[in-house]
């Protein structure tokens, strides 16, 4: 069965899936595209022979749409999910699932009423080949009991002229709030959050030092004007041993008493397999119903809302914020059990 795409969303992550389901994907068929714009989505679509449209409800409504993929602006990504699961159509959305963790509980309620899991969230980085061996050496026994994890997360310069300090926490480090706890298998119990300030006035670092219910501490670096290049890093430390994330390297200059490698202007080379994986396993959740081991799904969005929520708290307040969670509904424990 070829499964036909719906994309609503034609900006930078629309263009992005787009290219990945037309060309990389040959169980997928990019169907149509729908955006605000109405020349932005006749452009991408063009680009891949689909059609195009301005009507996201009727993209969601339409026979010959098997699937849908929703890359628009975050506060408009629960309720299109919710829409998709009215029309009882499996969904892919990019991060995060919301900006405030009482309309993520909306769209888990929704989702548990319909009695089957069709949202995945787009927490791609659970398939960067480097977090997941991260994770399988923890799992594996090869650096003991996980102690800490250090995260930087970087990018050249803020996406939007009215990015701020809290952006970085609801837009950026969902991320890592859920690469974390997807490479840990812990969940969060408080988070305190910093922010220097930078000479050109422009948005600063945020450094969050988060706990973990097993004890464990993680700090996350975002710093969305690092001026350099994109830059994830990563380390778990453990007991009798430590892992660092690896970003691929295809070749280094050595030249004049000096030894050069690139960065990437943003994260869609660093991650541009992990996207691919991603909907790859979308495309076979669609198919076959079962959902993908490694996805993210409605309850990892919820979670990572609620700790953005307690760094943004944090971040104003100037105090360590309790991250409190509702228990985690059996429906969503299905996957793991
Ligand atoms: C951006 O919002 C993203 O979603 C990217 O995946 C992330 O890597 C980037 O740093 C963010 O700013």
Wanted: aromatic content about 8%; overall charge negative.
């Amino acid at each position: 069965m070829t499964v036909r795409i719906g994309i609503i969303g034609a900006g930078i992550m629309g263009a992005d899936h787009a290219k990945i389901f037309a060309e990389d994907l040959p169980g997928a068929e990019l169907r149509l595209v729908v955006d605000a714009s109405a020349d932005r989505a006749e452009t991408l679509a063009r680009a891949y022979g689909a059609g195009a449209g301005t009507d996201a409800d009727a993209l969601i409504a339409r026979a010959d749409i098997d699937a849908v993929l929703i890359a628009s602006p975050d506060f408009t990504h629960a309720p299109l999910t919710k829409a998709c699961l009215a029309a009882g159509k499996p969904v892919l959305c990019e991060k995060p699932l919301s900006p405030l963790s009482s309309e993520c509980l909306e769209v888990m309620a929704a989702e548990e009423a319909s009695g089957r899991q069709s949202v995945q969230l787009g927490f791609m980085r659970r398939y960067d080949q480097s977090y997941q061996e991260m994770r399988g050496a923890l799992r594996d026994g090869l650096i003991g009991r996980a102690v800490m994890m250090h995260n930087f997360h970087r990018n050249v310069e803020n996406p939007a002229a009215d990015f701020t300090a809290d952006m970085a926490i609801t837009n950026s480090a969902p991320h890592e709030f859920d690469a974390t706890r997807f490479v840990l298998g812990t969940d969060y119990v408080a988070v305190t959050a910093f922010s220097p300030q930078l000479a050109s006035g422009r948005v600063g670092p945020v450094v969050m030092v988060l706990e973990t219910d097993q004890g464990q501490v993680v700090t996350i670096e975002v710093n969305n004007n690092a001026a350099y290049g994109y830059d994830v890093r990563g380390e778990l430390v453990g007991e009798t041993g430590a892992v660092s994330l690896s970003a691929p390297l295809h070749s280094r200059i050595d030249r004049g008493l000096q030894q050069v490698t690139t960065y990437a202007a943003d994260w869609r080379p660093r991650f541009a397999e992990a996207y691919r994986r991603q909907n790859r396993a979308f495309i076979d959740f669609v198919r076959s119903g079962v959902f993908p081991a490694d996805g993210a799904n409605a309850w990892d969005g919820y979670a990572a809302s609620v700790i953005a929520e307690a760094g943004v708290t944090s971040l104003k307040e100037g105090r360590r914020v309790v991250v409190e969670m509702i228990a985690q509904p059996d429906f969503y424990r299905k996957r793991t059990d």
